[in-house]
């Protein structure tokens, strides 16, 4: 399992028209080794963003992202290694469409990790059944409704073994009745002390398993607490009104 | 950053439909028919399917009648079958055409993935390389590239006529080509690359295991198109020497005097092929669409 560090991160934006645009501003957060983190905050406040530069799928200006004790900010990092580390679950899912579920989860394994087909294969039935669909192992993505798809990327990321999960608002895109079915696996994967660092604006998830909640503004961390501070008694006036709106 | 993505998100698809010449039918993006091939038919257009019907089989129909109950009686008294001398003789140009269409087809292919690749690459020379050389072989008549190509290759080198029209065919084509798989490859959405990044993949397994299964899929459709069009431009081919269909048909009337009646043979030759190619097209467009 593995710690994330993140300090002092700065990530801008240009836009179209040349501005500049501040996603994230002087960002720190820690995730412990175990910990389940859940970054909460009003739409375009740079939440996503910061979650996405743990793996580098945005590049930060400025700062430090440490995972493990290794800066990924330092140009000599080898940032595939750390993606393979590091599981990744999208609000649309991304399965790859033109692979059975089976094949979408023995792919990193395979050719990452140069696994034996069978063996691999082995692994994903495991985590199929894990997450409840050992029966869709030969149907297309296509062929499963929103949450199936959903358990099934998580199944994906598993497979490589991670030390840590970011989860990316992974229940935005589903239909009410399909949230639960995604959340119950999520709440298991954080039982079992997984790292999990969380965009999500599922409170219900948070206050069950999170151990801290970090609620982001304008780009900012304004507030960082346990879910029962946080929800009970916000210290800031711009968390009290964003948790006024959604709760 | 939510409104940010938005912005860049539609900055590229803008920049998309601006550079996007030609459709390529993709899962969701509703899509305003091909190229100038002929219409495809699948089982979802009744109206296509019906003319495809009526036109295949009257083209048919016509032609086995032409061929079997015309007759015509010389001074000498001996009765032949016009039509089915001229089919005799022009279909003998079939290999020829369709040799030149299937092996630049491939070369078109070829060229095609590497333009295609070329105007997706970060790299801001080989971008403008295939740009220009797409802008250059869309703005000049095919007939005009396919002599000055015929002639200019054999000028520098010796080459047979039909090598030299493959190769003329695969650069005139590879540009379409080249279009095509570039719109091709950028409609695979960006979520796809992202999450097989996510897993660890290295940049060619990302191309080779995600983006180009699915653009193969994709593009299909569009090449079976092209393939088509193909087809009929080879026609052009006749100007360069080459006994296709069409020089083959004009071989006879030089020696007849037979026009109309060959040029009929001619057209509904062209036309059965076409035909059964778009038929053809239209059954692997529906397989792939199956298959998800």
Redesign the interface.
Known sequence: MAKIEIKNLN?D?E??DGSI?H??KNASLTVNDGEVVVIIGP??S?K??LLRTV?S?EKAQGGHIIIDGVDIMDPSTDL??I??????V?Q?F?????LTVLDNIT??PM??KKMKKAEAEKLAMELLKRVGLEDKAKQ????LSGGQQQRV?IA??LA?KPKAMLFDEPTSALDPEMIKEVLDVMVELAKEGMTMLLVTHEMGFAKAAANKVVFMDGGEIIETGTPDEMFENPKSERTKEFLNHIL | ?????K??EE?IKKEYLKKKPVSVEA?QIPTLSMTDGVLIPNKKNKHIVTSWRITFYGAIILLACLCLFVTKTNSKGVTTHPYWEIFKFTIQGAPTTFQVTIFAIIGAVIIGTATGLGSVSKNKIVNGICGIYVELIRGIPLLVQLMFLYFALGSIIHLEGIVAAIIAFSICFGAYMGEIIRAGIQSI?K??I?????????KS?VFW??TL??TI?VVLPAIGNEFISMLKDSSLVSVLALSDILKRGREYISRTFMSLETMLIVALIYLIFTLILSKLVGMMEERLHK??
């Open positions: 990530k934006y836009n179209n645009l996603a994230v739409s375009g740079g996503s963003t793996n799928l595939r290694k993606r393979e580390e590091v599981g990744m999208f649309s991304n399965l790859f469409p033109h792919l990193a050719k990452v297309r993505p296509g062929q990327a994906r990321s490589m | 950053m939510e409104e940010k993505n912005n860049t900055g899962h959405p979520g796809q992202e999450a097989a990044k996510a897993l660890g993949l290295t397994q295991y995600v299964p699915q899929k298959n998800g």
